[in-house]
């Protein structure tokens, strides 16, 4: 099984800050990585795949980078909706999520 | 617009069974496949099952192999989960999402219903 760890845990910053988010998978995924936002008792959201790939209908702040098992979500300006918790998952074998990092309002 | 609606989740007793069922509309359901994701209390997302968009094939996470069964009903845009032998870490909010690719499943999820909760307890 591929874990993936993400990191920080809690990531506490300002509207209108750079966020940056880390996924590292435990061996090589390829480009194989998708980007989840949570906000508790709603449905979560596909903002990036395959790496570097918007989702339909997802804001350009929102950007993703890497490949093998290093992988960055980055929010250019965060906005207050953006507050929430993120989450990475793998496809290159049978899928695996990391543990998420929510993002807070410092 | 895309809307999964899960339902059938609540408390059971350990060794019992429940089926779950989510409610597509929005989309060609008959087209698409369908996954059934977890996460128990304080821990990561799990993912369990996925059905094809015909109901040709099925898959399953080894932790529900041969307990979980999950099936579809493209008349009725259903997707269901049928969870027997059911034990207390089994316990947890069971989303159903939609597969991204057409025809086909790459284990993307482009849409995800709100979830149901399913504790097992005696």
């Known amino acids: 099984e591929i874990v993936l760890t993400q990191s920080p845990a809690t990531l506490s910053l300002s509207p209108g800050e750079r966020a940056t988010l880390s996924c590292r998978a435990s061996?090589?995924?390829?480009?194989?990585l998708a980007w989840y936002q949570h906000t508790p008792g709603q449905a979560p959201r596909l903002l990036m795949y395959d790496a570097s790939n918007r989702a339909t209908g997802i804001p350009a702040r929102f950007s993703g980078s890497g490949s093998g098992t290093d992988f960055t979500l980055t929010i250019s300006s965060l906005e207050p909706e953006d507050f929430a918790v993120y989450f990475c998952?793998?496809?290159?074998?049978?899928?695996?999520f990391g543990q998420g990092t929510k993002l807070e309002i410092k | 617009q895309v809307q999964l609606v899960e339902s059938g989740g609540g408390v059971v007793q350990p060794g019992r069974s429940l089926r779950l069922s989510c409610k597509a509309s929005g989309f060609s359901f008959r087209n698409y496949g369908m996954h059934w994701v977890r996460q128990a209390p304080g821990k990561g997302l799990e993912w369990m099952a996925v059905i094809w968009y015909d109901g040709s094939d099925k898959y399953y996470a080894d932790s529900v192999q041969g307990r979980f069964t999950i099936s579809r009903d493209n008349s009725k845009t259903t997707v269901y989960l049928q969870m027997n032998s059911l034990r207390a870490e089994d316990t947890a909010i069971y989303y159903c999402?939609?597969?991204?690719?057409?025809?086909?499943?790459?284990?993307?999820?482009?849409?995800w219903g709100q979830g149901t909760l399913v504790t097992v307890s005696s």
């Open positions: 061996q090589s995924i390829s480009k194989y």
């Open positions: 998952q793998q496809r290159s074998t049978w899928p695996t």
């Open positions: 999402a939609k597969d991204s690719e057409l025809y086909g499943s790459i284990y993307t999820f482009d849409s």
